[in-house]
């Protein structure tokens, strides 16, 4: 570990003429240099507020921007701007509403320095891991733009009478969906979830963590201009405990990416309500490195899993099982690349870890920490603040001995911080990685692929990597995400992310002959005449 910042990089970002979203030469940026009074105008002109708040970055802790704040009854505005306007756009064809996600991919791809820094500014990750979002995000827009016609066009279905019965399912926009969307990915799961249910149909009100919102703005700016009416795309800013219930109160559906105490509120509220909702929420995500595994793989692979974003992941690593016999190996590999890192707070690539977001993620990740060492645990690497670099960074750090009741066995830290234990044999550590209320993602490491996907099949997570962290399974956006047991419900990518955006409607048209009696039949022989075809139907193997 370096004791200061990683130095600044000269980059080769390119401006973009006058465009205020364009930002100033690579390595002599600052925040004032890309949040000027000219961007966050531009960014905020669609938000409905009559109040006013900030938001500030964490690498300093300095302000970002002025931002207007809304209160009930701009929620309720927003709504019923963006219940107007969804008429006319669930009405569009669907690859007229597919080729705006497509326009999008390319201008996100385009323009990703300008959002990169606003990403790194926000949230204070470094540069790469704010590059992930901008991958994911281009992905999921590339993904619905060439399948959503596929997955909405409807659907010819075997009738109740072979022949005389056509079924037809329909899938029809919700309405407006509201979307609560968490501070640590403000691309990926602010705009990321809202794609499909835009090529879907709906309307969406946003409301993004006010701390990272200039970057969801930023990505409903591009969406405008890639050809998304803006009235469809509303967004309302202010504190999630007076926001967030009303944007539930008005929805039609409910997407929401947050904590699991609050997924529960916002699943009492959409239920009293009678209307649907998906939950991504904690993870206590284990990492198993089987006896046969390529350690120094694996060493190198634990770094990304654990550390990207500072830990401030859904789905990154905190717990690690490693075989007895490789253990002590891999433990010595993995500190040394863990010790090795660099902070830093640079607008460039270069920084192998940034900032944790703000005071409370750090006085979680201090008190975990702390408590450990003071119960008996050691530490491998790391343990200590670095206020230093700024004000809420934190070294990443690796924990052996950790033991029940130890805060950070069970509760999720949401930091750059992992235990490590050692099991004896398989089932041992299919049992301990089990052995939460979290089912979220996962990770298994051997030589043997198909044991790999053996081991895999049997934890209890949504997703699964065999030999990574969380990378392969996420960005495979054909194939549903999200968690088991208490770590949410429903499913982003694939079908799922965007049928749970529709309601489905089943058309059936019965031809020549009622399903009832007739032509002559009393009612004893129409039962009679139904079971003969009941049964020649399964004969037949009809389904």
């Given at each position: ?169 329909l899938r029809h926009p919700r309405g407006v969906v509201g979307q609560i969307a968490p501070w640590n990915y403000p691309l990926e799961l602010s705009v990321g979830d809202a794609l499909p249910a835009f090529v879907a149909g709906n309307a969406l009100v946003m409301k993004p963590d006010t701390e990272t919102c200039l970057t969801a703005l930023w990505a409903r700016d591009l969406l405008i201009e890639a050809g998304l009416p803006a009235e469809v795309f509303q967004v309302v800013i202010g504190e999630g405990p007076v926001v967030g219930p009303e944007v539930v109160k008005h929805a039609d559906y409910v997407s929401f ?287």
């Amino acid at each position: 570990m370096t004791d200061s910042q990683a130095p600044e990089k000269t980059g080769t970002d390119d401006t973009t003429g006058t465009n205020p979203l364009a930002p100033a030469p690579a390595g002599a940026r600052t925040a004032a240099d890309v949040v000027t009074p000219e961007l966050v105008a531009q960014l905020t002109k669609g938000v409905v507020g009559s109040g006013r708040t900030a938001n500030h970055t964490p690498f300093t802790g300095e302000k970002l921007a002025d931002l207007p704040e809304s209160t009930p009854e701009d929620v309720a505005t927003a709504f019923e701007r963006a219940r107007a306007a969804q008429i006319a756009w669930g009405a569009t064809p669907v690859r007229q509403r597919a080729a705006v996600l497509l326009r999008f991919h390319d201008l996100v791809l385009a323009r990703q320095a300008e959002v990169l820094d606003l990403i790194q500014l926000e949230t204070g990750k470094a540069r790469l891991h704010a590059h992930e979002e901008v991958q994911a995000v281009a992905v999921a827009a590339r993904h619905y733009g060439r399948k959503a016609p596929a997955y909405l066009k409807p659907k010819r279905h075997a009738g109740a009478m072979p022949t005389l019965t056509r079924v037809t399912e329909l899938r029809h926009p919700r309405g407006v969906v509201g979307q609560i969307a968490p501070w640590n990915y403000p691309l990926e799961l602010s705009v990321g979830d809202a794609l499909p249910a835009f090529v879907a149909g709906n309307a969406l009100v946003m409301k993004p963590d006010t701390e990272t919102c200039l970057t969801a703005l930023w990505a409903r700016d591009l969406l405008i201009e890639a050809g998304l009416p803006a009235e469809v795309f509303q967004v309302v800013i202010g504190e999630g405990p007076v926001v967030g219930p009303e944007v539930v109160k008005h929805a039609d559906y409910v997407s929401f990416t947050g904590s699991t105490r609050t997924g529960r509120e916002v699943a009492q509220g959409a239920a009293a309500r009678l209307v649907g909702v998906s939950l991504e929420l904690g993870g206590k995500n284990a990492m198993l490195v089987l006896e046969d595994a390529d350690i120094d793989k694996a060493a190198a692979g634990a770094v990304r899993a654990c550390f990207s974003s500072a830990g401030q992941l859904c789905i990154s690593i905190e717990r690690l099982y490693v075989h007895e016999s490789v253990a002590d190996a891999f433990a010595e590999r993995f500190a040394a690349r863990t010790r090795a890192m660099r902070l830093g707070t640079s607008l460039a690539y270069g920084a192998d870890m940034g900032s944790l977001v703000g005071e409370r993620q750090l006085e979680t990740v201090t008190r975990h920490v702390d408590e450990a060492v003071a119960k008996g645990a050691k530490l491998l690497a790391g343990g200590v603040a670095r206020p230093d670099i700024g004000p809420y960074f934190y070294e990443p750090t690796i924990l052996d001995g950790v033991e029940a009741p130890m805060s950070v066995c069970t509760e999720e830290t949401f930091g750059p911080v992992v235990s490590l234990y050692r099991f004896k044999t398989e089932d041992e550590a299919v049992e301990l990685a089990n052995s939460t209320p979290y089912g979220l993602n996962a990770s298994v490491w051997t030589k043997d692929g198909r044991r790999g996907r053996a081991v895999a099949a049997r934890l209890r997570t949504g997703t699964v990597n065999v030999n990574d962290g969380y990378a392969p399974a996420y960005g495979s956006v054909q194939s549903p995400m999200g968690g088991m047991k208490d770590s949410g419900l429903g499913r982003r990518h694939g079908s799922e992310g965007i049928l749970k955006y529709t309601e489905a409607q089943t058309v059936a048209h019965q031809r020549l002959l009622p399903m009832a009696p007739s032509l002559g039949m009393d009612d004893e022989k129409y039962a009679e005449f139904m079971s003969r075809s009941l049964k020649a139907m399964k004969a037949l193997r009809l389904r």
